[in-house]
T-cell receptor, first 116, second 112 residues
Framework: AQSVTQPDIHITVSEGASLELRCNYS??????LFWYVQSPGQGLQLLLK??????LVQGIKGFEAEFKRSQSSFNLRKPSVHWSDAAEYFC??????????????FGTGTQLKVEL | DVKVTQSSRYLVKRTGEKVFLECVQD?????MFWYRQDPGLGLRLIYF???????EKGDIPEGYSVSREKKERFSLILESASTNQTSMYLC???????????FGSGTRLTVV
């Protein structure tokens, strides 16, 4: 069964500092990988996704992520964090479904706090 | 923009009550999902549906059922609510050919 590990429950960074959120996955085939962000009281918003091709993917809000097959990782990065980036971040891996579509398995999330 | 609307943001129900959580989407998406979100556990899949009247169990279906009579509406049913079902419930949709999910804003259910 597929699984996702986000080893950092909480991370605190200063505004303007760089950010890296870690994600490791377990999946037998080529994974479909996603990062979502959840602001307080809101649903989840897709930041970026990886299906194939270039292993460095760009997303919204200045985020990027790099797929490393050898490390089973899909870490999220941002060169300079803004106070508005404070939120919870979820990594997810997609699995194909009989009948079409896929289902996502999520990590437990990383809560990002930004110090001014 | 795709809209996924969950009927209630906050809900308080009593133990033993039958509870309906409704989710409506406006973009003709085939796949719909119900997740529950708990601190430290992330999102866990309860049930999903890839077509009208079709449903599949997710990872934690116990104590829940679902209904999808129309393509745009996917209902989560708690047959007899219990306190351990206090949680945030998130509905999501996606097309069969596009892997991006769209989430609703969630329903925070408290069972007392």
């Amino acid at each position: 069964a597929q699984s996702v590990t986000q080893p950092d429950i909480h991370i605190t960074v200063s505004e303007g500092a760089s950010l890296e959120l870690r994600c490791n996955y377990s999946y037998g085939a080529t994974p479909y990988l996603f990062w979502y962000v959840q602001s307080p009281g809101q649903g989840l918003q897709l930041l970026l996704k990886y299906f194939s091709g270039d292993t460095l993917v760009q997303g919204i809000k200045g985020f990027e992520a790099e797929f490393k097959r050898s490390q089973s990782s899909f870490n999220l990065r941002k060169p300079s964090v803004h106070w508005s980036d404070a939120a919870e971040y979820f990594c997810a891996v997609g699995e194909g479904l009989t009948g079409g579509g896929n289902k996502l398995t999520f990590g437990t999330g990383t809560q990002l706090k930004v110090e001014l | 923009d795709v809209k996924v609307t969950q009927s209630s943001r906050y809900l308080v129900k009593r133990t033993g009550e039958k509870v309906f959580l409704e989710c409506v989407q406006d973009m003709d998406h085939e796949n719909m999902f119900w997740y529950r979100q708990d601190p430290g556990l992330g999102l866990r899949l309860i049930y999903f549906s890839y077509d009208v009247k079709m449903k599949e169990k997710g990872d934690i279906p116990e104590g829940y059922s679902v209904s999808r009579e129309k393509k745009e509406r996917f209902s989560l049913i708690l047959e007899s609510a219990s306190t351990n079902q206090t949680s945030m419930y998130l509905c999501a949709t996606r097309t069969a050919t596009n892997y991006g999910y769209t989430f609703g804003s969630g329903t925070r259910l408290t069972v007392v």
